[in-house]
């Protein structure tokens, strides 16, 4: 072989090595940005593409995936003049490469300071109160104002969050203060509620009682009182069953005198102080008095 071939085999595979470095294989979510002789030509998406060699380049790479950018706390002034430091997250995708790649320089520094200031501009107009109470509402408006002004870089703000608020160190203890007071007043609300409970309890507790013993004792009384009244019912039966006997067995007078002097000597165990006594009774215990004196003598 001669020095025309080896030429012409290093040129082949000069050419080969030179195609093959120019193979591009685009991953998922990402883009390539390509220029040819310094102006922007196309923007390549996932797949295999070819770029010429030594007339196109790759200006950029891209990432399509959203994105985290964590900017250091911001010294900003509320509307009653207190400094605080806020840290903000931004939640950002990169919708357009041509644009975000040559829309403007350093699109994170843009983003931090564009940042800053509208979130000093929202806080300006926001006691700390509010500014403490009110994160949804600021983290909305940042999120509209920066989706909006960075819409010519092709980068969509998707979120934004507040992640610190650090009050000064005297109004964090006066807000400590302020937070074990009102725990103070809640412990004692809830004590004050939990006593007239009790108390409430207690009395109606008494009152239930009292009722119970005011029914036991009408009850005890109902029960005496119809024990007396079955007594007496018992007693005036068995008087009328005797009465009734003695009416059936044809009394004398003298018998009927006889009991009736029995009667009246009953009485007079009792604590009666006077006793008045028939003169036929009389009679009857004259008669009994000097039977018994005869008997005596004897």
């Known amino acids: 072989m001669g020095i025309g071939s080896y030429l012409l085999i290093a040129l082949i595979v000069l050419l080969i090595l030179v195609i093959v470095r120019n193979i ?26 070819l770029k010429v060699p030594f007339i196109e380049r790759v200006a950029k790479v891209v990432s399509l995936k959203e994105q985290v950018a964590d900017f250091p706390p911001q010294p900003v002034i509320t509307k ?15 919708t357009d490469p041509k644009l975000y790649t040559y829309g403007i320089e350093q699109p994170m520094v843009a983003i931090e ?5 509208t979130l000093r501009n929202i806080i300006g107009d926001l006691e700390l109160d509010q500014c403490l109470t009110s994160r949804d509402i600021i983290n909305t408006k940042m999120r ?3 989706d909006e002004a960075t819409d010519p870089w092709g980068i969509k703000v998707n979120r934004v969050e507040l992640k610190n608020i650090l009050p000064p160190r005297e109004i964090q203890n006066a807000m400590e203060k302020q937070m074990k007071a009102e725990r103070e007043r809640r412990e004692a609300i809830l ?4 006593e007239k409970r009790a108390a409430i309890l207690e009395a109606e507790g008494e009152k ?3 009722i119970l013993r005011a029914d036991a004792k009408k009850q005890q009384q109902i029960l005496e009182a119809e024990g007396e009244a079955e007594a007496i019912l018992k007693v005036q039966t068995a008087t009328a069953e005797g009465i009734r006997r003695i009416n059936e067995a044809s009394p004398t007078e003298a018998v009927i005198k006889i009991k009736a002097l029995e ?17 036929e009774i009389a009679g009857i215990a004259g008669l009994a008095q000097g039977v018994i004196e005869a008997v005596k003598d004897k």
């Open 208 to 210: 239930e009682s009292a």
């Open 144 to 146: 509209a104002i920066l």
């Open 80 to 94: 009653d003049n207190v400094t605080m430091q806020i840290d903000t997250v931004v939640y950002f995708q990169i």
């Open 24 to 49: 591009r294989i685009v991953q998922q979510a990402r883009a390539y940005v390509i220029e040819r002789l310094g102006a922007y030509k196309t923007t390549w998406n996932t797949g295999i593409h």
């Open 113 to 117: 300071n564009l940042a800053a200031t």
């Open 191 to 194: 004590r004050a509620e939990g």
């Open 263 to 279: 009667a009246f000597t009953a009485a007079s165990n009792g604590q009666a102080t006077k006793i008045i006594i028939p003169s």
